[in-house]
């Protein structure tokens, strides 16, 4: 939770970003991506032998998934079969309703927040 709290008074404070949204739906989403990446990183820790495997394998998959996930770039700009898989990895959708609960004032009834949390929840669960 510390680290929560960090990143969003330097995203709000210093970054000086603004946050129409529901602050408590923004905390829950940031918490849950953080125990999906954990779910992840215990899957991996398990399935290798070695740490630097284990690291390798990790960074390959958080630079793959931020790269065509939707961070860097939005996912319109992708070509179709780019955008088809981007929308498959669960955290391109928890990218989107993070924008849309920051800058759209979205809560859990609009389509794409629910999917968000629900993504999210149910990648961490099929890992487990």
């Known amino acids: 939770m510390a680290q929560v709290a ?9 970054l000086q970003y603004s946050v129409d949204g529901s602050l408590f739906l923004l905390i ?3 918490v849950s991506q953080g125990i ?3 779910t992840l990183g215990l899957v991996i820790a398990t399935a290798t032998d070695v740490f630097t495997s284990a690291a390798a394998v ?4 958080l630079i793959s998934s931020a790269a065509i996930g939707g961070y860097f770039w939005p996912l319109e700009s992708m070509p179709l079969i780019i955008r088809f898989v981007c929308k498959m ?3 391109a959708p928890a990218a989107n309703a993070l924008r849309h ?7 859990l009834l ?16 099929e890992r487990v």
């Not at 960090?6 to 210093?14: A, D, K, S, T």
């Open 6 to 14: 960090l990143l969003l008074v330097l995203v709000i404070v210093v």
């Open 36 to 38: 999906c990446g954990i």
């Open 110 to 125: 609009h389509r794409d927040v629910l999917a968000g949390f629900e993504i999210g929840r149910a990648s961490c669960r």
């Open 28 to 30: 829950s989403l940031i």
């Open 101 to 107: 609960i920051m800058y759209r004032r979205w809560n």
């Open 58 to 61: 990790s960074v390959s998959i």
């Open 89 to 91: 990895l669960p955290f």
